[in-house]
């Protein structure tokens, strides 16, 4: 008996190693899937971590100084490159012309006595015109420029004679991502997403193009069983992704991007492994639900969608409802962001995420079990 066993865990494991080749076959011929594996994992990378920021870069500040106290040149020699140009100093006329002309994002008036206001106990205004067509970089930038304008003016009171001594000065230590640079949080981020949505995709159209070619019927005559298509199709797949997703990690995110990578590659590697298996079965699922790419599209996409915006990489978990969080530990892909972020940014081993490995283990097993269960029955009526 045991015997039998080995003998059928063999034939097993080689045609799940034949159909997989079969499969890779396929894939590599199909040149539209091809090139939507390299684009996603190059191009959009480097442009969702170049292009998309949400930290102000070289934003245009004109000052309208009337004070001329050693406070108000403090103010405008603390506003400094890479996030704002050389302040640019303006004159009262021009300061409409210049903001219709959107030569400046930013322009701040200091106001006659503003410091002998200050000293005097009073409570003076600055005024900032902000240019609010440039969205991110007027929000963010007019919450710097607050910043530096409240640290020079606590900085000048501690200083000045005869002045109360602030009790305390605060000092933040950033850790793992120390200025704060978009560019090297949202590729990683990407990287999963696109990583999700390729697990699906590529899954579910190898099922729904056998169906269209007619070559699911050349499968049903041969010797082998739906739980090795199914896997061939989910192992073949799988490993395009993980490769390409590797590749891209290591050169266009820490390479051309220039993102550090504190953790272990190869444990990211074998999380994102399992990973890609429970996506990989959840696309195979799907597509037994479609008979059409169309329609599979329409099926896959808010899926997608509403995993990966719910999973706490665009944004953090905590802030949602406790109990959207709750049954959100329910789905591969938050787990997979919390390891990604814990291993690549903190540099976590093992023994930091071996239960939400073990919990992508367990859902992928349902998901997988169920998806052969419904491509089983899918192949016989398709018989």
């Not at 896959?300 to 978990?317: D, N, R």
Request: aromatic share 10%.
């Amino acid at each position: 008996m045991a015997r039998d066993i080995l003998r059928n865990s063999y034939q097993w494991l080689k045609n799940v190693y034949y159909l997989s080749l079969k499969e890779l076959r396929s894939l590599f011929g199909d040149i539209t899937l091809i090139g939507l594996v390299v684009v996603m994992f190059t191009f959009t990378i480097y442009s969702i971590g170049k292009g998309i920021t949400t930290e102000v870069k070289n934003a245009s500040v004109a000052v309208l100084d009337q004070d001329h106290t050693e406070l108000s040149y403090q103010i405008r020699d603390a506003i400094l490159p890479p996030y704002f140009k050389q302040v640019v100093e303006i004159e009262p006329n021009q300061i409409d012309p210049s903001m219709d002309n959107g030569e400046y994002i930013f322009v701040l008036t200091i106001p006659p006595d503003f410091t002998q206001n200050l000293l005097a106990g009073k409570q003076p205004q600055l005024q900032l015109l902000v240019d609010a067509t440039a969205m991110t970089q007027a929000g963010v930038g007019a919450n710097y420029l607050g910043q530096i304008i409240n640290r020079q003016v606590n900085q000048f009171l501690t200083q000045a004679p005869g002045q109360q001594q602030l009790p305390l000065e605060p000092v933040i230590n950033v850790l793992f991502n120390s200025n704060l640079l978009t560019e090297w949080f949202m590729p990683i981020t990407q990287i999963i997403g696109n990583s999700s949505l390729l697990a699906l995709i590529l899954v579910g159209a190898a099922v729904i193009r056998e169906r269209e070619h007619g070559t699911i019927e050349h499968l049903l005559v041969m010797p082998v069983s739906a739980s090795e298509i199914a896997f061939s199709k989910i192992l073949a797949n799988s490993l395009v992704i993980l490769v390409a997703a590797m590749l891209s990690l290591y050169f266009v995110v820490h390479k051309w991007i220039g993102a550090p990578i504190n953790g272990s590659l190869w444990l990211f590697a074998l999380s994102e492994w399992i990973y890609l298996f429970s996506m990989a079965g959840l696309g195979l699922f799907l597509a037994t639900q479609a008979p059409t790419m169309p329609q599979f599209s329409l099926l896959c996409l808010p899926v997608y969608i509403v995993l990966y915006l719910l999973s706490g990489g665009p944004s953090p978990i905590e802030n949602m409802p406790p109990m959207v969080q709750n049954i959100m530990q329910f789905s591969p892909l938050t787990q997979f962001v919390a390891i990604s972020q814990d291993v690549l940014f903190r540099g976590a081993g093992w023994e930091i995420i071996w239960h939400r490995i073990v919990i992508m283990v367990i859902l992928g097993a349902i998901f997988i079990s169920i998806a052969i269960k419904r491509f089983r029955s899918m192949l016989a009526k398709q018989n």
